[in-house]
Nanobody
């Protein structure tokens, strides 16, 4: 499985941004696609995840109510729609894929097998 994240940039606080993660590989129906972020000088943080088969989602605390993860099966892509952005959302955002993950471990980055390169989101005040 190969992942390529894109869509980062500079946005003002309160604005919105959509990140994309292009997914490729022989098969990934059994995978969970996760989004993580790493603010400058801090540890990687779980944003949310979506099951490729079925589309159910789960979110980290920082994302609940403001971010939405969805997928486009026809385009083999996963998206992170972010709204009401805050300065503290500034981070490098990563998409990742983990095979057969259950909900209780989706927030653990060590459970993911594949990672895309990060895309930088900067939120200005």
């Amino acid at each position: 499985v190969q992942l390529q994240a894109s869509g980062g940039g500079l946005v003002q606080a309160g604005g919105s941004l959509r990140l994309s993660c292009a997914v490729s590989g022989p098969t990934f129906n059994s995978y969970v696609m996760g989004w993580f972020r790493q603010p400058p000088g801090k540890e990687r943080e779980f944003v949310g995840a979506i099951k490729w088969n079925g589309g159910s989602t789960t979110y980290g605390d920082a994302a609940k109510g403001r971010f939405r993860i969805f997928k486009d099966t026809a385009k083999n892509a996963v998206y992170l729609q972010m709204a009401s952005l805050k300065v503290e959302d500034t981070a490098a955002y990563y998409c990742a894929a983990g095979r057969g993950l259950i909900t209780s471990v989706m927030s653990n980055p060590d459970k993911y097998n594949y990672w895309g390169q990060g895309t930088l989101v900067t939120v200005s005040s």
